[in-house]
């Protein structure tokens, strides 16, 4: 997986674009699966169809969020799929 650039992560206004456009932008310079380190912390981002399907429907349990990531996701997704671990994941996908 090609690692991204050290340089620091810069976006458009919110007024003009989403405030995610970067990740797209780096999607399309690095192909659809890459690493970001994010306060020395190394994060994967993939857009690539077959592994989303994989983290969102059949492989779920081998994608483990931490307690880090669901706290803090919790408070803009909530309690659902996207932002659910082991049991909890298994129960909603299967829905």
């Known amino acids: 997986m090609p690692e991204t650039p050290r340089p620091a ?25 890459f690493v970001v380190h994010i306060l020395f912390d190394p994060q994967i981002f993939t857009t690539e169809p077959e592994f989303v399907k994989a983290i969102l429907a059949t ?30 994941c298994g129960s909603l996908c299967r829905l």
């Open 9 to 33: 992560v810069r976006s458009k206004s919110p007024s003009t674009a989403y405030p995610g456009d970067f990740l797209q932008n780096w999607s399309d310079l690095y192909g659809n699966t």
């Open 59 to 88: 492989e779920f349990n081998n994608y483990w969020k931490g307690p880090d990531a669901t706290r803090l996701g919790r408070s803009l997704l909530g309690f659902g799929v996207f932002n659910a671990d082991d049991e909890m």
